[in-house]
């Protein structure tokens, strides 16, 4: 397993990394049993294998942890990484619309809908965390739930209309149950 992972994160995003006092850095290197460095000019994360890590994923979950709250998790959904049977999936917007502004704004609100609705529902019926934010959409879950929860974000990516995108989730939350 890698002793050393390198990410960068949006600065923005650097605060609620670290948290107030330190604590949210401190959690996230408890739980993995690794250290992070947290460069807040830049953004850049270096993530290192504490001497006693006793999982060997550590420094891959503290990673994907660091990684969802760079994509605009709050950190008690993105700690919850640490639980080996959790999932982080990312869809770049950009892999689905050409380079217009206006067809990425048209295609976010498509999927975050009036006040939020379609986003809501999507997370509800899928059961898993999803966040909008930088030109991605990115979802946490258990494996079979998020696989749903982006194939649902890619039919509307791909202009099937919300009604068909919520049949589609209700057919699949019925097989799970």
């Known amino acids: 397993m890698p002793k050393t992972e390198y990410l960068k994160i949006p600065l923005d995003r650097v ?5 107030t006092k ?3 850095k401190k959690e996230i290197e408890r739980l993995t049993g690794t250290s992070l460095f947290v460069n807040s000019d830049d953004g850049t994360v270096s993530i290192s294998a504490d001497e006693n890590m ?3 994923f550590g420094v891959l979950k503290s990673y994907d ?13 993105a700690i919850k990484l640490n639980d080996d049977d959790l999932y982080l999936e990312v869809v ?8 217009s502004e206006k067809e990425l704004d048209r295609q ?8 939020g609705i379609v986003v809501k529902n999507i997370s509800s019926m899928a059961e898993i965390s999803i966040k909008v934010y930088n030109e991605e959409v990115s979802l946490i879950g258990e494996f ?14 791909n202009g099937v209309p919300h009604k068909t995108v919520y049949n589609f989730l209700k057919t ?4 799970r149950k």
């Open 54 to 56: 006793e999982d060997p």
């Open 65 to 77: 942890i660091v990684k969802s709250i760079g994509k605009g998790f709050n950190p008690e959904t």
């Open 92 to 99: 770049k917007l950009n892999s689905y619309i050409n380079e």
């Open 108 to 115: 976010i609100a498509k999927i975050i809908g009036k006040k």
């Open 172 to 175: 699949e939350q019925k097989e």
């Open 144 to 157: 079979e739930n998020v696989m749903t929860a982006k194939k649902a974000v890619e039919m509307l990516l």
């Open 15 to 19: 605060g609620p990394l670290i948290g």
């Open 22 to 24: 330190g604590e949210v």
